[in-house]
């Protein structure tokens, strides 16, 4: 049986600038809610085919005082091409609802891979991340989720409230080389 | 706060005869488990289109201990074409995995619509039925519905012990005269 | 070069009865136009699916004068279930717009397959045939092709007038035991 | 009764520079093919969904020698987020096949709107411009269009030798003031 122990406590996000509010957003504000963090990068084709979408679609059907849905432009290739103004342009052209987190860049020398993306080990975008109400990673899944499945496994997260049941992270290590398939993005 | 008594018992299934199960079911013989019921005819475009695969999701997303997915094959217009045998082949051709009962035909002289769909009331096909883990009736739905939506609806039955909460049944008086649109079939 | 005579006539269609028509249609009263002839059968997924509406779009988009489009309902299994009354139902359903024949029963002794399908030698349903202007069987095809494609194929032979390029057909021998994929059907 | 000399011969593109291709390329050195442009936008949501894949698909369905399909990259909204160095990992990411011009920007003073797509008077992005083997403007569209019906109309100018039939273009006037839905942006 899990105790509550067994998962980690999400780390802080790492944000260049917000999109999409008027204030800053931390996971620590959010402790009570379930949080959805789509990571994504906008000339990524799983996530503008599939990710964002999904994520959209989450935060439609899910009332907001319950699930927050974020999204996290974590870039890893491609840098000139998606600069704060370019996603800026994006997320209104995709008509993007929830707050969107630019991940800081990782510092000089370190890659090409922003400071989040990093802590949390990503393997590329899309990649859906899920905290519980007490704000541990509950879920961490890169590519592509039937409606359903996601559904279900926030759902769950919701429904807690002292057990805790059923979900793990993998932990994923980043390897160098990205390549996109219809799915996602690989780092 | 509702209470267990504001939602009705589902009342008994009215079955000629069952496909995919070595032995009748009855609702009562699934108590503790969440069901849920597609009502469908075989020759309905939207429960071929959407319907019936959306079932067979949520009997491939949800384990069998935890919600049980039936198939009621309720007939309210031409009841030659769809007859036991006619739905045997398609129930073969469209691959559906889980247990389907043929809805009783009408008493002569009570007119074309089955004895289960007369008992729920059911507007047309598709309709989706779910029922709580104590038997009671909490959804009613005619037409289509997202994967997601279905999918928070059954997984708050799923997670439910003692309370219960948020969903109403909306009770549809049947009217006369089939059509079909690309949703379903009325009656 | 090809030359007219390096394709077979097309056989002469053996129809049972005929649906959304007045009077039967002979492929030698179409002399003139492009015939397009869907085979298929109402418990084909594939054929509900993609092929069906395929031929629809084909009908809406090419003028009547220049392209024939029928259907030819070729049932190899399952016989009980799609007799003429079943499928009446189903063409009303379904909402099929164009002309519909009962491929004739093979006779006793003869097998599953009826006889304008053992004709054509069909692998299965849905089969797109294509006739030219001059009654030459020019496309035969099983499975699902791209609208894309059917429509050039169907497009150079409007187009042609005296001289006949790039199409043959493809004799593909019927075999024993039927079994239907996403795609379509076998014999 | 149609003759050649009332479709407009297509203008010259116009263009910043050339990816997808070793050496430029022009209307005129494409003389004898038909040539299909797909005017686009790289974040605009009609294009990546519907304007783009339907040009890759007219690439992969006809002969190169018959047909010529290029892409136009005309940027007339959010412009920082559109260079060129951006176009070229859109490109990658989406792997685009065919070459793409860059439509060259207005002269200061002149508003947002590129100088090709001035020239031809487009109404937004996605636009499909179809011209003839004699480099004549035959049909010019905004939004989208089903794959049957580009693939007859394209059919249609291949199959042309010396009379001309059916298509005419349609002068849309460019107006102030771009929005996007999911068929389109509009100047």
Known sequence: MSTPTEYPMAPALQVARWFNTDA???????????????????????????????????????????????????????????????????????????????????????????????????????????????GRLRIKHFGRLSDMHVAVAISKLVSERETITGFSTVATPAVKGATCTEDGCTV
Chains 1, 2, 3, 4 share one sequence.
């Open 24 to 134: 800053p957003i931390t996971l620590s504000g959010l402790r009570g809610q379930v949080v959805v963090i789509e990571a994504f990068q906008m000339l990524c084709p799983g996530c503008v085919a599939h990710g964002l979408p999904q994520a959209a679609e989450i935060a439609d059907t899910f009332p907001v005082q319950e699930v927050a849905v974020l999204g996290l432009h974590s870039v890893f290739e491609h840098h000139d091409a998606m600069q704060p103004h370019a996603l800026e342009a994006f997320l209104h052209e995709y008509r993007i609802p929830f707050p969107v987190a630019v991940d800081a860049p990782a510092e000089p020398g370190e890659g090409p891979i922003p400071k989040t993306m990093q802590t949390y080990e990503l393997r590329g975008t899309p990649s859906l991340l899920v905290i519980d109400r007490a």
